[in-house]
């Protein structure tokens, strides 16, 4: 299990008694080149007797919107990396910091550091003024090593996998892309399935209901086909990302999924919702009669799509 060196101030942060390899990145999605990161800092680890090291943030998302992931679901991620550490940093404490006084104060003299991964457009430090060519004069005055992994491109696109794409293609919907620019794995909602108010019970289509966490990015919303994971059951569905407008017009979003040939009662049981394909967008039905059919209809997409696949 990975451990987690969480820290509210700088001051808080554990002195390192034995040599890291750190990761360095947000790690926000936790794509392909994310991971290739990761990969190489824990296998230099391995190789060296050290330990490997991910160095994250929390209260950061550099794009001013809300983060692909919540801190505990990045937590989760990076735990089935392989390292050993997760260190998270409150970015309010070190957000006015030089990158120089950063990298001195915090990456060796706390956190102890042999060897420094990153990808080659790191930034960080007060308004991101420090770069890879930075750490690399630092690592030379240091006997730091510096790791530079290169750029993770999509297989036959020649275009290089990024947060911002990423970001970019969930907000269209295409979840498709997605899995794709993380190496198979698709994105997900996960929680407490939570009582809604049975409406779509009464319809004929009972669902479970996961309330999106407002620190949490919504996709597009709309209608996906989607995997869920409850226990050690793997099931399928579709699954409503919205507000319900036909029925409620709710203030936040929820994650809505009819599950296929399942009618249990799982109120307050953890699940994972995966999205694997989108069908169509939100939209606000003229009648429970229309939204009937819309679900109906959906049902033989998805059950389509899922064929196709393989997954059924």
Not at 201 to 212: C, Y
Not at 254 to 262: G, K, L, P, Q
Not at 285 to 292: F, N, P, Q, R, W
Request: glycine share 10%.
């Amino acid at each position: 299990m990975i451990k987690v060196c969480s820290t509210y101030g700088i001051d808080d942060l554990p002195l390192g008694t034995k040599g890291r390899v750190i990761a360095l990145g947000l790690f926000d999605g936790l794509h392909q080149g994310h991971q290739d990161i990761i990969k190489k800092a824990v296998s230099t680890a391995e190789r060296d007797g050290l330990t490997s090291t991910v160095q994250t943030f929390r209260n950061l998302c550099k794009s001013g919107d809300k983060p692909l992931y919540t801190a505990e679901e990045r937590l989760k991620l990076i735990g089935g990396t392989g390292a050993e550490e997760l260190l998270v940093l409150d970015f309010d404490a070190v957000k006015d910091m030089e990158p120089e006084k950063y990298l001195t104060d915090i990456i060796l003299n706390r956190a102890v550091a042999d060897t420094l991964v990153m990808g080659e457009d790191y930034r960080f430090g007060k308004g991101a003024g420090g770069d890879v060519a930075m750490i690399k004069e630092f690592g030379k005055a240091n006997n730091v090593r510096v790791i530079v992994v290169g750029d993770r491109m999509l297989e036959d696109t020649g275009k290089k996998i990024s947060t911002t794409w990423l970001r970019s293609a969930l907000g269209e919907g295409d979840v498709d892309l997605a899995l794709k620019l993380c190496g198979g794995r698709a994105y997900s909602y996960s929680g407490r399935c939570v009582q809604g108010k049975m409406l779509g019970r009464t319809m004929g289509f009972p669902t479970a209901n996961l309330n999106i966490p407002e620190d949490k990015y919504v996709v597009r919303r709309g209608v996906y086909v989607t995997r869920i994971l409850l226990g050690q059951r793997v099931l399928y569905g579709v699954t409503n990302v919205g507000r319900r407008p036909t029925l409620e017009d709710a203030v936040n979003d929820v994650a809505e999924t009819y599950i296929f040939d399942f009618d249990e009662d799982i109120y307050g049981a953890n699940l994972t919702v995966e999205m694997l394909h989108f069908l169509r967008p939100e939209e606000k039905m003229t009648s429970k009669d229309d939204l009937i059919r819309a679900v109906e209809i959906n049902k033989v997409q998805a059950l389509e799509y899922l064929k196709s696949q393989g997954l059924l």
